[in-house]
């Protein structure tokens, strides 16, 4: 299976720089993923896609202003993107610099170059980074930190991604890059929600930067996928099993939701699905057979991308493409504040033949 049979030209002016002023309002293209039918729509509409008892499991991560800009202290500009934070004091981080800092670097972060850091060990392409400095890093970052937006977005972050770029049910701070299906959830729609008897379930991965790392690879099975660290706690357990049992649907809000869920499944012995507490770097394209979830809503990811994989593996090859192709002649908006899709599950996509006719 080839990276190329993933690819589509998008149009610069498809790529969302900003989100919709109101969250829930964004344009819904519905997949169906057995007879690959569209329809076009607005997000709310997903009410009207579940029943009572059906499962929505959500991701409750927060992203953190993982960015910062400083200098080594010795000279020379300085560009720290946090993948991890370690514990208090420490954080595994890619660092953009003239020349890579060696370990012993001290360094000087913030606009005002206030927080002083130590460039302590270097793993691969990631530098393990201490703070010098009384503060736990999550103070610091709230601090002199910057929202990491995708580099798609290609302008400097504002005020108002601090909250534009975050869930209305981010609890766990830890992500480098927003769960970004769950964008369109507002208070509303989820009151909405609650009040047909739609159950709620919440995971929490900490999405990091290897998730806009390109795939470097020409043929997929030889991709590394990276690593993440996600949390499936007993109650969610609970929740998918009794799901199934009463015959409802349960519905993944964003591919973080759907790589949780389906860790959970593959590191459960003999039940369909246990609880979850380590890094995954499960890796979802077509031929995987999906254990847990029934339906998915998701953004429109990028071409050649892995989570475009994820969802042919979901849909179908085909549907999905075909969906891809239909969204951008009606001028969807793409990519992390963008609009977004309602995806049924295809049973048959894991037996479907993956390439582009020439």
């Given amino acids: 299976m080839r990276v190329a049979d993933f690819t589509f030209e998008l149009p610069d002016e498809l790529i969302a720089r900003y989100p919709q002023a109101e969250r829930s309002k964004c344009r819904l293209l519905s997949l169906d993923g057995v007879s690959g039918e569209l329809n076009h729509g607005i997000f709310t509409d997903v009410l009207n896609k579940l029943n009572p008892g059906d499962l929505l499991v959500f991701n409750d991560t927060r992203v953190i202003p993982a960015r910062m800009f400083g200098r080594k202290a010795s000279g020379g ?48 392409a990631l530098f393990e ?21 995708p ?12 909250e534009l770029y975050q869930t209305v049910y981010n609890d766990r701070p830890g992500a480098v890059a927003a769960p970004t299906a769950g964008l369109h959830f507002d208070e509303p729609l989820l009151a909405a929600l609650r009040e047909k008897g739609v159950e709620m379930a919440f995971v929490t991965l900490h999405v990091g930067a290897g998730t806009f790392q390109p ?11 990276h690593s993440e660290y996600a949390e499936v706690p007993q109650n ?22 759907v790589r949780s869920l389906e860790s959970a499944a593959k590191a459960s012995p003999d039940a369909l699905i246990a609880p979850f507490f380590d890094d995954t770097q499960i890796f979802i394209y077509p031929g995987y057979e999906y254990q847990v979830v029934d339906a998915l809503i998701t953004n429109f990811h990028l071409s050649e991308s892995t989570l475009i994989m994820l969802v042919s593996a979901f849909a179908g090859y085909q549907h999905t493409m075909q969906a891809y192709k239909a969204a951008i002649q009606e001028r969807y908006r793409f990519f992390s504040y963008g609009d977004a899709m309602f995806i049924s599950r295809n049973p048959q996509a894991k037996f479907e033949k993956v390439g582009q006719d020439d």
């Fill in 77 to 124: 500009k300085i560009e720290v993107l946090v993948e991890r934070v370690l514990d208090e004091h420490s954080v595994l981080a890619h660092v953009r610099a003239s020349k890579a800092p060696k370990p012993g670097t001290e360094l000087l972060l913030g606009d005002d170059e206030s927080v002083q850091a130590t460039m302590t060990a270097r793993h691969d």
């Fill in 236 to 257: 969610v357990v609970d929740a998918v099993l009794a799901c199934k049992a009463r015959g409802n649907k349960v519905v993944a809000v964003g591919t973080t939701s």
């Fill in 129 to 149: 980074i201490r703070f010098d400095d009384e503060r736990d890093v999550l103070t610091i970052l709230n601090q002199i930190g910057h929202i990491p937006l």
């Fill in 151 to 162: 580099p798609y977005i290609d302008r400097p972050d504002e005020a108002s991604d601090r």
């Fill in 215 to 225: 795939v470097r690879v020409d043929k997929i099975e030889e991709h590394i996928m």
